[in-house]
């Protein structure tokens, strides 16, 4: 039964990214929503039925094998160097179709010569409001500095966060042959290739890699049971997307009830902290109406698009919003303020349920990293899914971090050798 259910999480996570950047050419677009949501749901209680009981996570000094696995995942981004090059090529002013990239370059270009980087960016499209926060700008400043190309600082940092999950999974789950751990570790790379084979224009309008970065650390941080590795990737998801916003207080939840208090104590402090140096001090005291102009400027974006559905964010396949659009009744335009209800009652069942299910049985299977962990397989997915605006970049992230999970299912009880064995 063990041996089949791992041969269906890697099923289920490979047919997640194929659904994610190739769906619409298997389902028609009004179909490969549900479906993606089904193959989400599965995939996700599936890792859950493995990890149950799953052993603590036991360090072993090995010199080597942690750094082949890291070797192997930063070559395995480097083979799509030709094929990312030739993406870029193609889209050589990604600004005359996107404003993401001039908004992120501007802001780290705004800030680094000692400007506000919080004011209206002019771009060859529009003269939008930057809504992008600090951990995802400031990356940008190494291609302004280097003169690389503006798409490569996502895609080096995506190489480096898998790299060391890589690194550090192996370090800590070492009870498996290398001749299977060495292959799991490609479930780490194969969102990118997915995206390199059948999205390439989303890899060319956007900088995903930096946000997938942080999450990729939180991620791996929840699979080895590293509180300072979590901390940080909490810190670089709060300021780099707003999505880790409804995961958080399940997160915060549990360890306050189940860890030592000064646990919480010392990692809200240091994301407190934090927070306030890298945001709140250097950019929202100088100008406190920074967020409301965000959210006009989100507002706006989601207004245009559910009024006048585009191929970018209604027409791609991911999102239930052409179906939501038609469920609530009533005129668009008016009908637009209830948009995000869907989206946010799922994320707060997500909360309840999760805090609930736990306290009345999942901490009898389940410690709080390996829980969250699972949890942040799923809403960040749902959030998306039922967003009234989703642009299929965003999906790089919560498949990113799917992919740590399935690496940690099908490596934790050394399945592979049990397959091996039978």
């Not at 349920?353 to 799923?378: C, M, N, P, V």
Request: proline share 6%.
């Amino acid at each position: 039964m063990q041996q089949q259910s791992a041969y269906k999480v890697i099923a289920l996570f490979i047919a997640q990214v194929i659904l994610c950047v190739f769906g619409t050419q298997i389902f028609v677009i009004r179909a490969n929503p549900f479906a993606l949501l089904l193959i989400s749901g599965l995939f996700t209680y599936n890792c859950a039925l493995l990890l149950r009981h799953s052993p603590a996570t036991a360090y072993k000094s090995d010199r080597y094998t942690p750094w082949l696995h890291a070797l192997l995942a930063v070559a395995m981004v480097a083979t799509q160097y030709n094929a990312l090059k030739r993406i870029f090529e193609s889209f050589p002013d990604p600004g005359l179709k996107s404003d993401v990239l001039p908004q992120l370059k501007a802001q780290a270009s705004l800030f680094f010569s000692g400007q506000f980087p919080y004011q209206p960016i002019i771009t060859a499209v529009n003269h939008p409001y930057p809504v992008y926060l600090p951990l995802q700008w400031l990356p940008l400043q190494f291609s302004n500095f280097t003169g690389i190309d503006q798409r490569w600082p996502g895609i080096i940092l995506f190489a480096i966060a898998v790299g060391f999950s890589g690194y550090l999974l192996r370090k800590y789950h070492t009870g498996i042959a290398l001749k299977y751990s060495l292959p799991a570790t490609l479930l780490l790379v194969l969102p990118l290739w997915g995206f390199v084979k059948w999205s390439k224009i989303d890899l060319a309008l956007s900088s995903e890699g930096i946000v997938a970065f942080w999450y990729i650390l939180l991620a791996t941080g929840l699979a080895t049971k590293r509180l300072p590795l979590v901390v940080i990737g909490i810190i670089g998801g709060l300021l780099s997307r707003y999505s880790l916003l409804f995961w958080l207080p399940l997160f915060a939840l549990l360890l306050w009830y189940y860890e030592l208090k000064r646990y919480s104590f010392i990692t809200w402090g240091i994301v407190g902290a934090s927070v306030l140096c890298l945001f709140v001090f250097p950019f929202l005291l100088k100008d406190p109406s920074i967020l409301s102009k965000m959210s006009a400027h989100y507002g706006g974006c989601d207004a245009k698009s559910w009024v006048s559905p585009d191929e970018y964010t209604f027409l791609d396949g991911l999102s239930l919003n052409i179906h939501l659009r038609e469920w609530i009744k009533g005129d668009p335009i008016d009908t637009l303020k209830y948009a995000h209800f869907p989206q946010f009652g799922v994320q707060v069942l997500c909360i309840l349920f999760g805090f609930f299910y736990y306290q009345k049985k999942g901490y009898q299977f389940f410690d709080i990293y390996t829980y969250t962990l699972i949890w942040l397989s799923i809403m960040p997915m749902l959030l998306y899914l039922f967003s009234p605006m989703l642009f299929k970049y965003y999906m790089l992230m919560p498949l990113s971090v799917s992919a740590v999970l399935c690496w940690k299912v099908v490596n934790t009880r050394g399945i592979f050798e049990k397959l091996e064995q039978s």
